[in-house]
């Protein structure tokens, strides 16, 4: 089985490596300068398995959210090298990278993110109109069925609860068939309830339709969801978990809170 754990230097530089969805090799990122200099991201190298749901977790500051941003091609980063397949990000001018992130990658937010005058279906179609792009029906009316949105689809976001509104935003990551989707903390605005409905979503669309996902989150239960945990602590990783559970997470967790952990 392949792992998210932390991979060498060497295996992560060919082309293909143990067919990763997305790399990071020893790469930095550093905020403000002089006594405000913050070191966001210290040297971090991490492979992403094609067909995997990645969570990961760390305390506040830890640089989980700056090192999704960096694979994702939303940041820039100060030296190494993100790669999503074998294209090289930071060797992209802005055009090939908007272009990129277009084509191969799916965003989820905490914010849902959806345009208030277009109904469900036409928001999840929306990144392929804008790209000109015909969706591939058979597999629209796969994400559409896998969601369970098909009795919403000519709702607008304010008919729809809140996690009818991040399915619609999941539904729309996944309609252009993206080599990977990241999401940043996608149940933070929802209730108990509506969150485990996204998250089984999400799980289900990688075990039933192989779909890569990379999730960041501070929720030990929805960390759970995820066939591994890439821990985060003072911009680098620290851990990895196999087979999560709340409990075991949660555990884990806890370490970092103890004097001098993750120094």
Known sequence: MTHTAPITDEALAEPGAGDLAARALRITKVYGSGDARVTALDGVTLGIPRGRFTAIMGPSGSGKSTLMHCMAGLDSIDSGRVLIGDVELNKLDDKRLTRLRRDKVGFIFQAFNLVPTLTALENITLPLDIAGRRPDRE???????????????????????????QRVAC???????????????????????????????????????????????????????????????????TDTMAAPTAEKVLERMKGFDLPGAGS
Request: without cysteine; aromatic residues 6%; hydrophobic residues 40%.
């Open 139 to 165: 597999w629209l009316d796969r994400v559409i069925d896998t969601v369970g949105l098909r009795p919403r689809l000519g709702h607008r976001p304010n008919q729809l609860s809140g996690g009818q509104q």
């Open 171 to 237: 539904a729309r990551a996944l309609a252009s068939r993206p080599e990977i989707i990241f999401a940043d903390e996608p149940t933070g605005n929802l209730d108990s309830r509506s969150g485990a409905e996204v998250l089984g979503f999400l799980r289900d669309s990688v075990r039933e339709m192989g779909q890569t996902i990379v999730m960041v989150t501070h929720d030990p239960a929805a960390a759970a969801y995820a066939d591994e945990v890439v821990f985060l602590s003072d911009g680098r990783i």
